[in-house]
């Protein structure tokens, strides 16, 4: 499957033609790297189409790896830090992700907070087994994968590790980040507080996040990822339908006076709903809350609030024992009748 861009956005073509280095270190997508992958490419102007277009712009992952990185060095980042972001993007599209994979990169100028200033990313506090991020007003997929490494680094030294980040925005796929985790043989859980977007049941406004929580355990078949937003209906591919005109599915948001609406537009000045009625509102709410140990509840973002859990399996069960047992219960799963 081949890597593609939407055609419009002038500030991917304005970034330097510097070539790009080869990655450097790990690449999550692993295997993913020889396949590729692809996204509607038009722009609809006006009005609100029922479908996504099927017209596409094919390129190799090199070429995307090239474009991605260029885009990101275009707008400010510099080489190490593009290569973070591209590689994230670049992963998700291989997922299969339309709108988390290189199209993704086209919302980082334009979020509000990229106009701010940034810095580095700083400690608050920490322990021997815990460690809370400022994240410097940085996009979340570098400050997630930093703390992601922060956290797989305190583990293998103690066997278990929370960190936190606040500061930061548009973290990306969970599951990128849980599989690096699981990649290096822990057990990873991740929960993403973010701003309001979701209205409670029965609700007009929004007062939750779409507020992600994913899961990562390793096994001899490689890692096993869970990764789900609590709302009826993903931010990112909310924003996507924006972009193209595409209509919404039934019953996953409201306008800004409490009515269905599958008008994307409509849907960011109303809310989102949660999937499964007080079930999702209530997984979402918890990951709200545990997000305010890492942002503190003070201040305009605080309700960006990352927050992970990590810890070896060797402290419940023999070494490699765990693995076993995963790949073990995955094999049962896919011999169902």
Not at 13 to 36: H, I, L, M, N
Not at 47 to 67: K, P
Not at 124 to 144: H, P
């Amino acid at each position: 499957m081949p890597c593609a861009f939407m055609r419009h956005p002038g500030w991917l073509r304005a970034a330097d033609s510097t070539k790009p280095p080869p990655p450097a270190g790990r690449s999550c997508a692993g295997d993913r790297v020889r396949r590729g992958c692809r996204w509607p490419s038009s722009h609809v102007g006006n009005g609100v189409r029922q479908e996504m277009s099927s017209d596409r712009i094919r390129l190799s992952v090199g070429e995307a790896r090239e474009h991605a990185e260029r885009a990101m060095r275009g707008i400010g980042y510099d080489q190490e830090e593009a290569r973070i972001v591209a590689d994230h993007a670049i992963d998700a599209a291989l997922c299969g992700y339309e709108y988390s994979g290189l199209a993704k990169l086209l919302n980082i100028p334009e979020h509000r907070r990229f106009k701010q200033p940034r810095r580095p990313i700083s400690v608050l506090r920490e322990t021997e087994l815990s460690v809370v991020y400022d994240g410097g007003n940085n996009v979340g997929m570098l400050a997630m994968y930093h703390a992601t490494r922060a956290a797989i680094a305190k583990t293998e030294a103690r066997s278990i590790a929370i960190v936190g980040v606040t500061n930061s925005w548009m973290s990306g796929r969970s599951a990128y980040y849980v599989e690096m985790i699981a990649n290096a043989g822990l057990v990873g859980i991740h929960t993403a507080g973010s701003a309001p977007s979701v209205a409670p049941p029965g609700g007009m406004r929004a007062v939750l996040g779409t507020n992600p929580i994913a899961f990562g355990l390793p096994s001899s078949r490689g890692a096993l990822v869970f990764d789900m937003g609590t709302s009826a209906f993903m931010g990112t591919d909310l924003v996507y339908r924006e972009r193209l005109g595409v209509l919404l599915p039934e019953g996953v948001a409201i306008n800004d006076a409490g009515h269905p609406t599958r008008d994307p537009a409509e849907a960011r000045r109303g809310a989102l709903l949660s999937f499964g009625g007080y079930k999702g509102f209530g997984l979402a709410l918890i990951v709200q809350a545990l997000g305010l140990l890492a942002s503190g509840g003070l201040g305009p973002e605080s309700d960006d609030g990352y927050l992970f859990i990590v810890f070896k399996p060797e402290l419940l069960v023999e070494p490699g024992a765990f693995e076993q047992q995963i790949s073990e219960l995955i094999g049962r799963v896919k011999a169902t009748p």
